[in-house]
């Protein structure tokens, strides 16, 4: 088994499990894997979604340390509050 020491939580985001859902197809039939999200920092996909748009803006210049995010998705807002806190 593979273990990440990581320095800082958002070094897990984009780094989700999959793990093998043994009751979902009748044994030799096929293999299913399932996302385990609740492995990233607020147990949710959006962290990625998150953390790519932070990226970006960053990058881009359009965010600086007077930007203001407004932001009406509620997942979202956790995500980013997470990412902020860093």
């Avoid at 020491?5 to 093998?20: A, E, F, M, Y």
């Amino acid at each position: 088994m593979d273990v990440c020491v990581c320095d800082s939580v958002l070094q897990t985001i984009g780094n989700t499990p999959v793990l093998p859902l043994m009751r979902v197809a009748e044994p030799g039939m096929a293999t299913i894997f399932g996302k385990y999200e609740a492995s990233n920092p607020s147990f949710s996909l959006k962290d990625r979604i998150a953390m790519a748009l932070i990226e970006e803006l960053e990058k881009s210049g359009r965010l600086t340390r007077d930007s203001i995010i407004v932001c009406a998705i509620r997942g979202i807002r956790v995500s980013l509050s997470l990412l902020f806190a860093r």
